[in-house]
């Protein structure tokens, strides 16, 4: 049983035994139901929680011990937590509430409306009460809104003997282990044990000659994105988050900073596809969305007037040589999607670290040559349509450099419009595809004409 | 010295002592040397690698104890590396190799010329050899690819305290522990015992009491993309790597998997704007780059081509009313960003497991009525441009009417289409943002023609 969630992938076996599951619920068949659940991973039932009644949702719930529930609970979506937490009883939420880790409680807190936590938080053990209150006073985005605050810290005069009997006490509440803190009067870092090492040394060593001193730690306020950073930098299981004096309140595990890396890199996304950044898509209001989209829209609606005006201004040209128009299309597309190309490197460069400020002369350099090369490409392949198809040599050369010289600002610009906006302190991801192409709308159209009257007109 | 690193972010404080650590190196202080090196992070010496020189690196490098020089050598760009490599001794080259983690060494092998590797494996101690051969035999971006060999294994019926007793032997070894893997006689895992459990259960306990038998694990062959979505399912630290017969082969740890997370990001983010996936930009050949981008580029101009065909068989009403022609930009550029917009969030939420094949439907109806929603405002504004600009009301409400079902089909198909790529078993994220402008380009014209033909012309 335990095997096949590990051959059929993620969640297959857990969807085989639902009727199974389903029949238990219905007979009321309580220790049959408790023991078919022990062979599943908490994460695995949450998946297949909507798939249950909501009758049947908080039979499930009740029948298990607090420890498997709680770790089910903190696997649940938002809605699905909520809508259990309103019809268990005061004495079920209690157990649940005590046992859930910090850093999942303060999620939950912060989704919560504010009277409803302000019943839940004195149901807490005391100890636990005040350090909730602390935990919901950080931002969600920083270091201090995603740390647990379940760690073990030692004194630094200790002997690795008293470590080993402070952790055995401790060690039951919290999941997962790397390291002990070593901490001074004040609470103050000072140095780092790794759990493993405990086992290899000296019962009779002390603490503070055991330990690293060279730890990898950040600060409360740290933004999440940086926390990142670190992590993909260090390669840590675990760091310390600090207090400006030094003190240690919290632990970030890189499992949190998974779900970190994956929203942030959503985010660029949406914002690169100028589709405004949503939480969720598939349970959001169409009219939430649309007014999220439309702004970008209207933006750029807005910004391609532009272009029509451009048109406009050389209508003279278009109502002369009316071949002329049947280019237009290809040239604002190639040249916009070779913006495109251009910015997604850069934007995507900027937020893995790859590309720095610095490098703008590099970008430049790199994507007028890269422009240079396709522009030449893309210049033969619509000359020779245009010689082909129009039968019209002059108008195949008129259209072929227009093309290179669209191409080359198309890469430039979309390699330094990313840049230029970070240095501006504005994200570069707002740089979007369809700001790019819609900007560069009217360069090439500026570019076609000109080139047009200098070439094909005065002939 | 220690808090510097803590307070001024991820590297102020390496490179604020650089000058120091080049007079030191001028000076051969080797004593002095070791110690102000050994207050930093190898990852923070390997950042600042690049602007030391050869020489300044090789001295370092040298003094450097094994086990700190292989810190910071694991944390060097391949082509550092590489450097480093040829111009060390084959003493030097044999203790680093061997202090190497097997994961990071396999990648070291992976990208040495194949004489190169077959030099270095015969350095290895005996059992490492054949380990090392077998890793390199899995794909990179494969679990096999991804994992450590680095692990502890028990029989199951060995008491917890000769746990304790091998676990001795085989900590140094090892970087990170989180798991002790129970294994039957053929390797097969039957369970796994958390490290910090040790502590707290009686050394008499058979490990096979203690076990945890409901664990998650990978095989061999699983993609990293869903190694990925298993770690971000489970909240695990680490993970065993199983055979076909259920044999544990390895271990994946969390910090491996942030790179998997973010390389697939920027992947889905290149294919998403036609940039061809490069792992790397600042460093690649801008003619490299170019012929990754020109395919797309050449594949978007011919089908661009299909437009400007579109535009040329309208041309008797583009002659007619040369007005009709200043809003081609501002209906192509409008639509193609709606449908972008629908397909990054339908793209992105394909690869985040968001959004399903099933969805189909649930994103057909919400992209409509998005459409809808966006269409009628969109309209709105072009109308008043018509309205204001061209003082002619008719042709406002055209181009109102042409914008309304251009947008609706913009989003429709947006979401659709990378849908139907991945049920055709193609990279959603190959429907990309240009392609899409592309695609709609033509299907604007076409509604604006035709419905200036019904309403416009006909009157």
Same mark, same amino acid.
């Given at each position: 049983m335990v095997l096949t969630t590990v051959f059929f992938g993620i969640n297959l076996s857990m969807r085989v035994i639902l009727p199974e599951m389903k029949e238990l619920i219905a007979g009321k068949k309580k220790r049959a139901l408790k023991k078919a659940a022990s062979y599943f991973e908490p994460a695995d039932i949450a998946e297949i929680w909507s798939e249950l009644t909501f009758d049947e949702q908080l039979v499930l719930f009740n !029948? $298990?011990?607090? @420890?498997?529930? =709680? %770790?089910?609970? *903190?696997?649940?979506?938002?809605?699905?937590?909520?809508?259990?937490l309103s019809n268990i009883s005061t004495a079920r939420k209690k157990d649940i509430i005590n046992e859930m880790s910090p850093d999942d409680r303060t999620d939950l807190?912060?989704?919560?409306?504010?009277?409803?936590? *302000?019943?839940?938080?004195?149901?807490?053990?005391?100890? *636990?009460?005040?350090?909730?209150?602390?935990?919901?006073?950080?931002?969600?985005?920083?270091?201090?809104?995603?740390? =647990?605050?379940?760690?073990?810290?030692?004194?630094? %005069? !200790?002997?690795?003997?008293?470590? $080993?009997?402070? /952790?055995?006490?401790?060690?039951?509440?919290?999941?997962?282990?790397?390291?002990?803190?070593?901490?001074?009067?004040?609470? @103050?870092l000072k140095g780092t044990i790794l759990l493993k090492d405990l086992l290899t040394t000296s019962p009779k060593r002390k603490a503070n000659k055991v330990m690293d001193t060279t730890f990898t730690s950040v600060v409360l306020d740290m933004d999440q994105e940086n926390v990142a950073h670190v992590f993909e930098k260090y390669d840590e299981p675990s760091v310390p988050v600090l207090d400006k004096l030094g003190r240690i309140k919290g632990v970030i595990t890189v499992d949190d900073v998974l779900d970190v890396i994956t929203e942030e890199a959503s985010e660029d996304i949406y914002r690169f596809g100028a589709a405004g950044v949503t939480d969720e898509y598939l349970s959001a209001n169409p009219f939430l969305v649309a007014r999220k989209r439309v702004i970008w829209l209207i933006i750029l609606a807005l910004a391609g007037f532009i272009s029509g005006s451009v048109l406009e201004h050389y209508s003279f040209l278009l109502s002369n040589i009316i071949t002329l128009s049947f280019f237009i299309p290809i040239l604002m597309n190639t040249s916009g999607s070779a913006g495109t190309q251009a910015a997604t490197v850069v934007v995507r460069g900027l937020a893995t670290g790859e590309i720095n400020l610095a490098d703008i002369w590099r970008v430049i350099r790199k994507e007028f040559l890269i422009g240079v090369l396709m522009g030449i490409i893309a210049?033969?392949?619509?000359? /020779?349509?245009?010689?082909? $198809?129009?039968?019209?040599?002059?108008?195949?050369?008129? !259209?072929?450099?227009?093309?290179?010289?669209?191409?080359?600002?198309?890469?430039?610009?979309?390699?330094? /419009?990313?840049?230029?906006?970070?240095?501006?302190? !504005? %994200?570069?991801?707002?740089?979007?595809?369809?700001?790019?192409?819609?900007?560069?709308?009217t360069t090439t159209l500026l570019i076609y004409f000109n080139v047009t009257m200098l070439l094909l007109w005065n002939i």
């Open positions: !029948v $298990l011990d607090t @420890r498997f529930a =709680t %770790d089910i609970f *903190e696997f649940l979506k938002d809605d699905q937590m909520l809508e259990l807190f912060a989704i919560l409306p504010e009277q409803e936590t *302000e019943k839940l938080i004195p149901l807490l053990e005391e100890e *636990e009460q005040s350090r909730a209150r602390e935990l919901l006073a950080y931002k969600s985005n920083t270091a201090g809104g995603l740390m =647990t605050t379940d760690f073990i810290t030692v004194p630094e %005069d !200790v002997t690795i003997g008293q470590v $080993l009997r402070i /952790l055995r006490e401790k060690a039951r509440e919290i999941d997962f282990i790397q390291y002990i803190y070593v901490v001074d009067k004040v609470s @103050r210049g033969v392949i619509t000359a /020779l349509r245009a010689i082909l $198809l129009q039968g019209d040599i002059m108008l195949g050369y008129t !259209v072929a450099i227009a093309m290179i010289i669209a191409i080359i600002i198309a890469t430039s610009l979309g390699g330094i /419009l990313p840049i230029l906006f970070k240095k501006l302190g !504005v %994200d570069p991801a707002l740089m979007s595809g369809p700001l790019i192409a819609t900007i560069l709308d």
